[in-house]
């Protein structure tokens, strides 16, 4: 049996990106009104996902990794060249002024990731990094039709294997919801899982996203039965896979 393929082999990761909608106040400031009102809309943040990330790492006995700062400032699951990894009222700064916001509040988050990967590898373990987010149900009066979607890059046979088996554990957990991969978006577009996977081997690293659909949460906090689901998906996950 290859190492890989004891569950024991694999130490978790939680990360999550869109966790709040903090804005310091001197950049508060720079925003127009439209924008400020929008941090609390599914575009400044991912309601419920910090909830989820916190259930799942006690769950696992894992770390987690968050950031509170909005999207609308910096969004920590772009790549940091991207065109929109600073929100819109900063990508016309001067690069000097880019700088110090990425400075500030991006790279400390992605730099405490890849210390805790790095961690992880050294201690001989490969990592399975789980990052929560959650999407809007409704999108430019497009309805999406899933209730969980998994991301992740199908051409990595580790990622493949590790999201067949987590949908396996939530199909049995919730039979009703409709658990869809790489939707509403692709595992391979621009993000952290992504950015990380350039740098990590298939054997080292697995990055998966868990977007969760807002309308699953009341004044965004899971109910009961996601809690208890999530924890025993999670759970099982390590007990069946092999
Ligand atoms: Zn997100």
């Given at each position: 049996?290859?190492?890989?393929?004891?569950?024991g082999h694999w130490s978790v990761l939680i990360t999550c990106e869109h966790a709040g909608h903090q804005v310091p106040a001197a950049f508060l400031r720079r925003m127009s009104?439209?924008?400020?009102?929008d941090l609390l809309t599914h575009k400044g943040w991912d309601?419920?996902?910090l909830a989820m990330a916190r259930h799942a790492?006690?769950?696992?006995?894992?770390?987690?990794?968050?950031?509170?700062?909005?999207?609308?400032?910096?969004?920590c699951n772009r790549s940091p060249q991207h065109p929109r990894c600073l929100g819109p009222a900063f990508r016309d700064l001067d690069p000097a002024e880019r700088n110090f916001i990425q400075a500030a509040w991006y790279w400390p988050h992605r730099n405490a990731i890849e210390a805790e990967i790095l961690r992880i590898l050294q201690s001989g373990s490969s990592v399975l990094h789980l990052a929560m987010h959650s999407f809007t149900p409704v999108l430019d009066g497009e309805r999406r039709t899933a209730e969980v979607g998994l991301l992740y890059d199908p051409a990595r046979p580790w990622e493949k294997m590790w999201?067949?088996?987590l949908l396996k554990e939530m199909k049995s957990e919730w039979p009703t919801w409709r658990l869809r991969r790489n939707y509403?978006?692709?595992?391979?577009?621009d993000g952290l899982t992504t950015w990380l996977r350039r740098h990590y081997g298939p054997q080292e690293y697995v990055g998966i996203e868990i977007e969760w659909n807002q309308a699953l949460f009341t004044r965004n906090l899971p109910d009961a039965r996601m809690k208890r689901g999530l924890v025993r998906s999670l759970r099982n996950?390590?007990?069946h896979f092999s």
């Open positions: 049996m290859a190492k890989a393929d004891d569950p009104k439209s924008q400020q009102k309601p419920g996902a790492a006690v769950a696992l006995e894992a770390p987690l990794l968050y950031t509170k700062i909005s999207r609308l400032l910096v969004d999201s067949d088996a509403p978006y692709l595992g391979t577009s996950l390590f007990l």
